[in-house]
């Protein structure tokens, strides 16, 4: 099959597009808002953009807490969301005032960042902190801004739970991320294979 984006003709209930872009890895925000107010949300428009320097984005569909709490005080964290914390992240998911602490809601022990004012699941196996260097509406063709705020962050310190760590590399089968796949469908990351880069020696 084949469809125009812009008259959406697939004939399936719901857009297929998210559920070919996968998986996808979730960031877990946290934030704190200038009332003290700790806010925590996932996002699946999320991923590393570079790696020197370290920087990472996530793009969020409405100006949602989580983006208005990082552009007003310039940093956040990411979680990383392990099977054993799927739930918890889904708990934090739902529509809270903003008033409300999902830290508090999704019973997660709350950490504190040590090089920036921003919370983080103290649970997480790793979490990056991270500080606001630019935050974005992108364009679509036509020149108009899209619904969506992407808030990109330079990773200014890192924290690794120990237990996750053999031969001085990440275990994925001990750390099991978990990734979102299309409609309500999630993946666990942690059958993992290794693949080798092809040698370019030619005889």
């Known amino acids: 099959m084949f469809y125009d984006t812009e008259t959406n003709g697939h004939g399936m209930e719901r857009d297929p597009f998210k559920a070919i872009?996968?998986?996808?890895?979730?960031?877990w925000i946290g934030t704190r808002g200038r009332d003290g107010v700790n806010n925590l949300g996932p996002?699946?428009?999320f991923n590393a953009v570079s790696?020197?320097?370290k920087l990472v984005m996530f793009s969020s569909t409405g100006y949602k807490d989580s983006a208005r709490n990082a552009q007003e005080t310039g940093v956040f964290t990411c979680n990383f969301v392990s099977r054993n914390?799927?739930?918890?992240?889904?708990q934090?998911?739902?529509a809270y005032p903003s008033e409300i602490d999902e830290f508090a809601e999704a019973g997660l022990t709350l950490g504190q960042g040590r090089m920036i004012d921003a919370p983080y699941v103290a649970d997480a196996f790793a979490v990056l902190e991270c500080k606001v260097t630019e935050i974005i509406r992108p364009k679509g063709l036509d020149g108009?801004?899209?619904?969506?705020?992407?808030?990109?962050?330079q990773v200014v310190g890192i924290h690794i739970r120990e237990e996750i760590i053999v031969d001085g590399?990440?275990?994925?089968a001990r750390a099991r991320p978990v990734a979102r796949m299309g409609y309500m469908?999630?993946?666990?990351?942690?059958?993992?294979?290794?693949v080798l880069r092809p040698s370019m020696n030619r005889s």
Do not use: H, K
């Open 21 to 27: 872009v996968v998986p996808r890895p979730i960031g």
């Open 43 to 45: 996002y699946s428009f």
């Open 51 to 53: 790696d020197r320097p």
């Open 85 to 90: 914390l799927l739930d918890r992240m889904n």
């Open 92 to 94: 934090s998911s739902a």
């Open 144 to 153: 108009e801004a899209s619904d969506n705020w992407a808030v990109f962050g």
């Open 169 to 172: 590399r990440l275990d994925m």
């Open 185 to 194: 469908d999630y993946a666990e990351g942690s059958d993992v294979f290794e």
